[in-house]
């Protein structure tokens, strides 16, 4: 089926937005206009899950574990994020600092270097970790990268300025420190104290650091570790396929740290690191709870609806985060042998929680909505509540139960909203009483 009852609701609320964006949205020449108008949208058959390749139903858990799952994956790896290697030999780490008395004594800051190599200056992952000085021991901890640096996320003057990638009049990319003026600018979508007052920690990286966020980052960044000639296969891990990775290793490391309760690590990520998220949870089943803010297109929105922003738009825009054979799709979604209900369907039974913003229709919040729906019958196999409602709930009234979700309103962007529905979901799923 092409859409959920929700979707008439859908046009009648945001009608005027969507006007204003087919208004407003200045199309490439070369690419298709983009459609804000559910009228618009293609009519498809979405892939069934469990429908092994062979034509066989999957009907139990253990069917579905050994035998559709690994089949998935594969097409996933295949067609759209690409393969990525496994840890290392040569990883390692070190702990730079630790400070027990942090943000006025409410947590304990530790900076942990992680090293992807021997190779002197290679890259390495800048990790900060802030866990609460009070609750459980070892805490929980919430997991995830960030846009502009580790000072970004907090005003702490603790915490090293990170080296960001920037272009110099040359061209040249080269990663130079950032300014001091730059600390804290991002802290509204990392509300450390309030994490940390839930009793959860938090760990956060820079994405630049695994991998610039250009097309020459592949030079520069964790894949150039692995390449063994100059041109990428069809298949080879794109830049979200190595930020996944990286995360993977950040959480190698916090299964070493004492202080840290690593069976109950939730990734999280927002936008691209919301792709970033839910690939990093399908390919590592270490992540307990799996979190997708606004990830639109590539992440958790159904590509076959073809609604904001496309398979050929994000690839057009961003041609570095997915692998080769992805662009085989473009204006093509129609001939994915999977789509994004069946990356939510990766993590089952593990919990998972998708997220939309009512502005943010870029990323489709009908199309988020509807994946992690039709992601329901996969985690059924598991005894399993999903969504618990038929129809898109309203605007600010989260659902669900195994499966998480919500449209709150606003924009791009995480707010204090979001992660009062990511703490409630993790204290649930967690079995941790709520200290709020």
Same mark, same amino acid.
């Given at each position: 089926?092409?859409?959920?009852?929700?979707?008439?609701?859908?046009?009648?609320?945001?009608?005027?937005?969507?006007?204003?964006?087919?208004?407003?949205?200045?199309?490439?020449?070369?690419?298709?206009?983009?459609?804000?108008?559910?009228?618009?949208?293609?009519?498809?058959?979405?892939?069934?899950?469990?429908?092994?390749?062979?034509?066989?139903?999957?009907?139990?858990?253990?069917?579905?574990?050994?035998?559709?799952?690994?089949?998935? *994956? =594969?097409?996933?790896?295949?067609?759209?994020?690409?393969?990525?290697?496994?840890?290392?030999?040569?990883?390692?780490?070190?702990?730079?600092? #630790?400070?027990?008395?942090?943000?006025?004594?409410?947590?304990?800051?530790?900076?942990?270097?992680?090293?992807?190599?021997?190779?002197?200056?290679?890259?390495?992952?800048?990790?900060? !970790?802030?866990?609460?000085?009070?609750?459980?021991?070892?805490?929980? #901890? *919430?997991?995830?990268? $960030?846009?502009?640096? $580790?000072?970004?996320?907090?005003?702490?003057?603790?915490?090293?300025?990170?080296?960001?990638?920037?272009?110099?009049?040359?061209?040249?990319?080269?990663?130079?420190?950032?300014?001091?003026?730059? =600390?804290?600018?991002?802290?509204?979508?990392?509300?450390?104290?309030?994490?940390?007052?839930?009793?959860?920690? #938090?760990?956060?990286?820079?994405?630049?650091?695994?991998?610039?966020?250009?097309?020459?980052?592949?030079?520069?960044?964790?894949?150039?570790?692995?390449?063994?000639?100059?041109?990428?296969?069809?298949?080879?891990?794109?830049?979200?396929?190595?930020?996944?990775?990286?995360?993977?290793?950040?959480?190698?490391?916090?299964?070493?740290?004492? +202080?840290?309760?690593?069976?109950?690590?939730?990734?999280?990520?927002?936008?691209?690191?919301?792709?970033?998220?839910?690939?990093?949870?399908?390919?590592?089943?270490?992540?307990? !709870?799996?979190?997708? $803010?606004?990830?639109?297109?590539?992440?958790?929105?159904?590509?076959?609806?073809?609604?904001?922003?496309?398979?050929?738009?994000?690839?057009?825009?961003?041609?570095?985060? *997915?692998?080769? $054979?992805?662009?085989?799709?473009?204006? =093509?979604?129609?001939?994915?042998? !999977?789509?994004?209900?069946?990356?939510?369907?990766?993590?089952?039974?593990?919990?998972?929680?998708?997220?939309?913003?009512?502005? +943010?229709?870029?990323?489709?919040?009908?199309?988020? *909505?509807?994946?992690?729906?039709?992601?329901?019958?996969?985690?059924?196999?598991?005894?399993?509540?999903?969504?618990?409602?038929?129809?898109?709930?309203?605007?600010?009234?989260?659902?669900?139960?195994?499966?998480?979700?919500?449209?709150?309103?606003?924009?791009?962007?995480?707010?204090?909203?979001?992660?009062?529905?990511?703490?409630?979901?993790?204290?649930?799923?967690?079995?941790?009483?709520?200290?709020?």
């Amino acid at each position: 089926m092409n859409s959920h009852p929700a979707a008439t609701a859908l046009l009648l609320a945001f009608g005027p937005l969507m006007l204003f964006c087919l208004s407003t949205t200045a199309a490439p020449a070369e690419l298709k206009p983009v459609i804000y108008d559910e009228a618009k949208v293609p009519k498809f058959t979405l892939p069934d899950p469990l429908r092994l390749e062979s034509g066989e139903k999957v009907t139990d858990a253990k069917s579905w574990t050994e035998k559709r799952r690994p089949e998935l *994956f =594969r097409l996933f790896e295949t067609d759209v994020y690409g393969r990525s290697p496994a840890r290392p030999a040569a990883f390692h780490f070190s702990v730079n600092s #630790v400070e027990p008395r942090a943000l006025e004594g409410k947590a304990t800051r530790k900076e942990v270097t992680l090293y992807f190599s021997d190779r002197e200056g290679g890259p390495k992952l800048n990790l900060l !970790i802030y866990l609460p000085n009070q609750g459980r021991k070892p805490a929980p #901890v *919430f997991i995830g990268l $960030n846009f502009n640096g $580790n000072h970004t996320v907090t005003t702490d003057p603790g915490v090293t300025l990170a080296k960001q990638w920037s272009r110099t009049k040359e061209g040249k990319l080269v990663a130079q420190t950032a300014s001091e003026s730059t =600390r804290g600018q991002n802290q509204s979508r990392w509300p450390i104290e309030k994490i940390l007052a839930r009793g959860y920690g #938090v760990a956060t990286g820079y994405y630049g650091d695994i991998e610039p966020d250009f097309a020459e980052g592949f030079d520069h960044g964790v894949r150039a570790l692995f390449k063994k000639q100059n041109e990428q296969k069809p298949d080879d891990w794109g830049a979200i396929g190595a930020w996944a990775w990286g995360l993977s290793r950040a959480l190698d490391y916090l299964e070493t740290d004492r +202080d840290v309760d690593a069976k109950r690590v939730a990734v999280m990520g927002h936008s691209r690191l919301g792709k970033t998220a839910l690939w990093a949870g399908a390919s590592d089943p270490r992540f307990a !709870i799996v979190i997708s $803010n606004d990830s639109g297109c590539g992440g958790a929105a159904l590509s076959r609806r073809k609604f904001g922003e496309t398979v050929e738009r994000i690839n057009h825009s961003f041609p570095h985060w *997915f692998c080769g $054979n992805f662009k085989k799709y473009n204006d =093509r979604e129609e001939d994915l042998p !999977i789509d994004q209900h069946e990356l939510i369907a990766l993590m089952a039974p593990r919990p998972v929680y998708v997220a939309s913003a009512k502005e +943010d229709l870029w990323a489709d919040p009908l199309g988020e *909505f509807s994946s992690a729906k039709d992601a329901e019958p996969v985690y059924r196999l598991f005894a399993k509540e999903g969504l618990g409602v038929t129809d898109m709930p309203a605007i600010d009234q989260p659902v669900g139960h195994t499966i998480g979700y919500h449209i709150r309103t606003g924009k791009h962007d995480v707010t204090d909203f979001d992660w009062e529905q990511y703490l409630a979901f993790a204290d649930r799923h967690f079995q941790i009483r709520s200290r709020k």
